[in-house]
């Protein structure tokens, strides 16, 4: 049985910082497809980031362009746990964060994925 549990979302000010965290169990941690998600208001669920295993210790990792060089998506295989760094908060990154996994590569849309969290929000005041 799967079960992903994200944290760490909030109510923050522009220019603030979060670190999101997804806790990870059931399933093979170190060689699954994980991404973070955002779904705001009125909007489809969008990719945030995601990481796909090479071998080894060696993902591939994609960012979507709306967050690409502000995001970072890292992995703590030992702990089986997924975290999304955002350094600067905007008031347009406000929205549920969800953390997916996939058994599958590559994976790019919410269909790819077939475990879900119950979402963390994220609300950021401008």
């Known amino acids: 049985h799967v079960q992903l549990v994200e944290s760490g979302g909030g109510l923050v000010q522009t220019g603030g910082s979060l670190r999101l965290s997804c806790a990870a169990s059931g399933l093979p941690f170190k060689t699954y497809t994980m991404a973070w998600f955002r779904q705001a208001p009125g909007k489809e669920r969008e990719l945030v980031a995601a990481q796909t295993w090479i071998r080894d210790n060696i993902y591939n990792t994609d960012y979507a362009d709306s967050v690409k060089g502000r995001f970072t998506i890292s992995r703590d295989n030992a702990k089986t746990t997924l975290y999304l760094e955002i350094p600067t908060l905007k008031p347009e990154d406000t929205a549920v964060y969800y953390c997916?996994?996939?058994?599958?590569?590559?994976?790019?849309?919410?269909?790819?994925?077939?475990?879900w969290g119950q979402g963390t929000q994220v609300t950021v005041s401008s």
């Open positions: 997916a996994a996939a058994g599958r590569a590559p994976a790019r849309v919410p269909g790819d994925y077939e475990s």
